[in-house]
């Protein structure tokens, strides 16, 4: 079994504020970020699509903590988003101060977009992320 789209593919994409998915043929659910099987049904009749990266915030936290080599930018604030195709998927709130976000950043309406993230000694190289910014 191969996967549809290498993670590779998927930073290459998102580089381009394109958000790319796996829709199946077989029960309709959109996955993302995607995996070689479909998340509701794990059947592999699956299609890339191009999501749009509207949202909404299901939940979050701030962390004071990051990743070997991003250490000067703490603290952070990762967000989960619910997007309008279904999926959840996780990234970074860049658009508000991580000191100051409360418990009403849920429910806000927000948009995608992508940073590019060094990499460190665990990883392949640069790769980019979902970062996402309040749209209401």
């Known amino acids: 079994m191969e996967y549809k789209i290498i993670f590779k593919d998927y930073s290459k994409a998102l580089k381009k504020n394109k958000l790319l998915g796996l829709k199946c043929n077989d029960c309709g659910t959109v996955t993302c970020p995607p995996m070689m099987v479909c998340q509701n049904c794990a059947g ?35 967000v989960m988003v619910e997007l309008d195709e279904g999926p959840w998927i996780m990234g970074n709130l860049v658009d508000m101060d991580p000191t100051k976000v409360t418990m009403d950043v849920i429910g806000k309406t927000v948009k995608l977009g992508h940073r590019v993230f060094p990499g460190d000694k665990y990883s392949a190289g640069e790769m980019a992320r979902p970062v996402f910014s309040i749209s209401n």
């Open 44 to 78: 592999t009749n699956q299609e890339i699509v191009e999501l749009k990266g509207d949202g909404k915030v299901v939940t979050f936290t701030t962390s004071f903590i990051n990743s070997e080599g991003r250490e000067n930018e703490m603290p952070i604030t990762i």
